[in-house]
C-alpha cells in the first residue's frame, strides 16, 4: 500500500514504548494517538521475544490501515515481513542496508538512522527511503545516542535528496527550535506516550509540526 513514503506521511512520526504505559494496553495507546493524527507508526520492542512482537505487529496493522498510517518495524526484518508490515527502520548497527533492501524489496519502506553526512549519503546510495537523524537533543530513550547538532542536521538534509526526519528528546517545547533545519518531520516517543492525554498530545504536536515543516 506504501511503496514509497512522502513528506506529508513523516510530519509526525510516533514509535511506541510500552514503557511509558504503566502496564496500559498498547492497542489502545497506539489508537489514540492516530485519533491524534499521528502520520507513521513505528513500532519498537527492544524487549518482547519474536513471537510476541510478532503479535503485536499483526495486531496494529489493520489498526494502522484504518487511518491510513504506515506501519514501521524497529529493526526486525523477519518480523516486518511476516506482519506485511508497510516497511522496517534500522540503525547503523541493525543490518547491512543493501542486504535489508534486498529482502524486503523495493515494495516496502525503508528507514535508516543517521547521525553523520557520511553515514546519511551512504544509507541514501544504499537504498533508504528516508533516513531519522539524531538524537537531536538530550534523551532517556536511547542512552547511547550521540546528540547531533542542528548544523549538522542541516548538513545532512542539504546533502541528501530522501526526506530527513528528527529524532530525540523532541518535545512540544522545544520543536520550534529546529526550524529551518531542512527535515520534514519529527519522531517522538515519550512527547506522546508518556503524556496523560495521548490523543489531545498528538493533535497539539500535528499542529505544531504543520506549522513549522508543512509544505
Not at 13 to 33: F, P
Not at 60 to 80: M, T
Not at 101 to 128: F, N, P, Q, Y
Request: net charge negative; glycine share 8%.
Amino acid at each position: 500500500m506504501f511503496p514509497c513514503i512522502n513528506k506529508e506521511q513523516l510530519l509526525l512520526y510516533a514509535i511506541t514504548d510500552r514503557a511509558w504505559l504503566n502496564g496500559g494496553s498498547l492497542y489502545e495507546a497506539v489508537e489514540e494517538s492516530l485519533k491524534g493524527g499521528v502520520t507513521c507508526l513505528q513500532l519498537r520492542e527492544k524487549n518482547l521475544d519474536a513471537e510476541r512482537f510478532l503479535e503485536e505487529a499483526q495486531r496494529l496493522k489493520p489498526l494502522c490501515r484504518s487511518y491510513n498510517v504506515p506501519l514501521i518495524i524497529n529493526d526486525n526484518v523477519d518480523v516486518a515481513l511476516k506482519s506485511d508490515a508497510d516497511g522496517v527502520h534500522i540503525g547503523q548497527s541493525g543490518g547491512d542496508i543493501v542486504e535489508t533492501r534486498a529482502r524486503i524489496g523495493h515494495d516496502k519502506i525503508l528507514g535508516v538512522s543517521a547521525s553523520t553526512v557520511e553515514e546519511a549519503l551512504e544509507a541514501e546510495r544504499a537504498g533508504a527511503d528516508y533516513l531519522g537523524v539524531g538524537a537531536v537533543f538530550p534523551t532517556s530513550s536511547k542512552n547511547d545516542a550521540e546528540n547531533v547538532s542542528l548544523s549538522t542536521l542541516r548538513d545532512i538534509c542539504n546533502a541528501v535528496s530522501i526526506p530527513v526526519v528528527a529524532i530525540g528528546g523532541i518535545t512540544f517545547d522545544n520543536v520550534s527550535l529546529l526550524t529551518d533545519s531542512g527535515i520534514c518531520g519529527i519522531a517522538v516517543i515519550s512527547a506522546i506516550y508518556a503524556q496523560k492525554n495521548i490523543q489531545n498530545a498528538a493533535k497539539r504536536l500535528k499542529a505544531k509540526a504543520e506549522r513549522y515543516f508543512g509544505s
